[in-house]
């Protein structure tokens, strides 16, 4: 039991942005489980990654109160702490409103919004234990939208919201802040059967202010800076990571 190393707890860390930041973390020197409820994605990572330190994959669906109790008891048991969790685990249902089902819409509320609670919730004495950092992902469909997302921009502006509850409710020993990416991409980051190389056209990247299209580092990064702990005094904060879209006036 490595109870000298921090230890961080990565939703959907089996793709995406959670899995580049669970190697980011990992070559930092902290232990890192991945809550993952795709068990391909989950055991893949694990086994790509573990050249890179302790990792572990925990199955787990954030929407249940079971799972997530479960996530955090096997956390503690292994490594005697938690430092970090960054709730990552996101899906989406994208279709008119009016073919949007209840089941569906619920569904993507309790994954995206609800999980972020129940892992907060659990996590929290531990978090207060070891003076550590909640980092919730968000997303600029929180403040900006397409058609059809109607579920998916809630959950989010939900995050945003539960962000600045929480850092108030559980400071000063636990910072809590959030992170709202613009189009990341995350293809080369899939589980080996869906992943595929990125392709970009020139408008893609030029169309933002920064010149391209943000990578999975990019979050990890942003990440990175907000649980060390020389930054001890940002909290209930919101960073848009998202090459300058968002400030980008369009017309047509």
Known sequence: MKKFKKTVIITGGGQGIGKGTAKRLLME????????IDMEAGKETEN?????????????????????????SETVSMYGRIDVLINNAAISINKPIEELSLGEWNRVISVNLTGAFLCSKY????????NGSIVNIASTRAFMSERDTEAYSASKGGIFSLTHALAVSLGPDVRVNCISPGWIEVSEWKKESIRKTPVLSEMDNKQHPAGRVGNVDDIASMILFLIDEKNSFITGANFIVDGGMTRKMIYV
């Open 29 to 36: 020197n902290y232990n890192v489980v991945i809550a993952e």
């Open 48 to 72: 790509e990654l573990k050249e890179y330190g302790e990792i572990k994959f925990i199955y787990c669906d954030v929407s249940k109160e079971e799972d997530v109790k479960n996530l955090v």
């Open 123 to 130: 996590c929290a004495p531990y978090l207060k234990q070891s």
